[in-house]
């Protein structure tokens, strides 16, 4: 259950009749006037409740061969994710999901890490992964595969960062599960053939799809749709909601 701040009224999430984002934390409310009395005045309300930072997963190559300006762009990425105020999620590993981890760390943003190894000595010498930018680092023991549905559960907003065929593996995954999902475009890989392999899915997940050349424009967004609308249904796990709610 969730609290409306301002009225105290607990309710499920998909119940809310709407939200917003504040510091980076989401708020529920039972309706429209809540809300904007919270707006207007949220200091107010903000002991009242216990409220969660919201998650923006990044995925992307872990090679080093970028260029330098996907690499400045990965970085900004990071940056307004810690901006923002959102936790970063990333795989804990080398390429531009350590440069967006590298621009959060630098804006004092909240960095995790999933890695795939079962210690901080195999994450080290087995998976040759970074460990200088990350707040926490979670040891799922799953290997590189295993970890990725990790990854994309624990974020409640996914982006996309250049890649290869692992990047495209936890697309599909965000796809199939209906996360929101933003597609950094001019980043490389995979970005630029999403749009026709969405296209050859011929079915509605319920995921949702967000394309900027921007860090910044995605980004804001992308916090715009989940608060709007996407909290009603984050994942395909979650009911989806009666006719006429929302």
């Known amino acids: 259950m969730v609290q409306d701040p301002v009225c105290q009224m607990k309710f499920s999430p998909r119940e809310a009749r709407t939200t917003t984002e504040y510091e980076g934390k989401l708020y529920y409310f039972c309706s429209l006037a809540c809300r904007d009395t919270f707006i207007s005045q949220p200091d107010l309300y903000l002991n009242n409740v216990t409220s969660m930072f919201l998650t923006v997963g990044v995925m992307g190559s872990a090679g080093n061969e970028a260029a330098k300006d996907v690499i400045e ?110 597609v950094l475009q001019g980043s490389g890989g995979i970005t630029d053939q999403i749009p026709d392999i969405v296209a050859s899915f011929q079915k509605d997940s319920g995921a949702r799809l967000v394309y900027s050349n921007d860090p910044v424009e995605l980004i804001n967004e992308m916090a715009k749709l989940y608060t709007e609308h996407h909290y009603q249904r984050p994942s395909c796990f979650c009911d989806a909601m009666p006719a006429g709610t929302g």
């Open 73 to 182: 762009k990965s970085r900004n990425l990071g940056k307004h994710i810690a901006q923002r105020g959102f936790v970063l999620i990333t795989g804990a590993c080398p390429g531009l999901p350590y440069e967006c981890a590298s621009g959060a760390k630098q804006t004092g943003g909240m960095s995790i890490g999933i890695s795939p190894a079962l210690s901080l000595d195999e994450h080290i010498h087995k998976y040759k992964s970074p460990v200088d930018v990350y707040d926490v680092i979670i040891y799922t023991g799953s290997g590189l595969m295993g970890r990725e549905v990790t990854n994309i559960r624990s974020s409640d907003m996914v982006i996309i960062l250049g890649g290869r065929s692992g990047t495209l593996g936890e697309f599909a995954i965000a796809f199939d599960e209906g996360k929101l999902i933003g």
